[in-house]
């Protein structure tokens, strides 16, 4: 994330919409997460006033906090990134106990949407042709 592209370990969620970021400054997120956000770090980031908000999960697991803009990656390659994507930046978290530091929502309509999908705003900016994403699943390590 960010210009420098700053990275963090996501959780691909099909049934969502919105992209989290677990920031440095959370509260009660896990500790010595390898990858969390630093939005000092970034030249592009810009907090959105007033859009402090919940995010409810059907597992009853939750996140607080507000919304901003900032350089999304799906890779470390400049050609993935979306410029001015909108995602929460979270400063508290209820039932997530994973070694992850956020969520990319990548749900396809399904649900009503409350949040922008990275898919739509990479093919927005024409960084994809198509609004298409798959999965390799692996046995392997890593």
Not at 29 to 48: G, H, M, Q, R, V
Not at 69 to 84: E, I, K, N, Q, R
Not at 121 to 134: I, M
Request: hydrophobic fraction near 35%; aromatic fraction near 12%.
């Amino acid at each position: 994330m960010g210009p420098n592209r700053e990275m963090i370990d996501v959780v691909f969620d099909t049934g969502s919409d919105w992209l989290f970021a677990m920031g440095h400054t959370c509260t009660n997120c896990i500790a010595n997460l390898k990858y969390d956000y630093t939005d000092e770090a970034s030249t592009t980031f810009t907090p959105i006033p007033d859009s402090d908000r919940t995010l409810t999960y059907l597992d009853g697991s939750n996140v607080s906090g507000f919304e901003a803009y900032d350089t999304v990656c799906m890779s470390s390659s400049a050609a993935s990134c979306s410029t001015g994507f909108q995602f929460m930046m979270v400063d508290s978290q209820s039932g997530f106990g994973a070694d992850y530091s956020g969520i990319l929502g990548m749900s396809a309509g399904l649900y009503p949407l409350t949040g922008p999908l990275l898919m739509d705003k990479l093919k927005e900016q024409s960084l994809v042709t198509e609004q298409v994403f798959s999965f390799y699943l692996t046995d392997t390590a890593g």
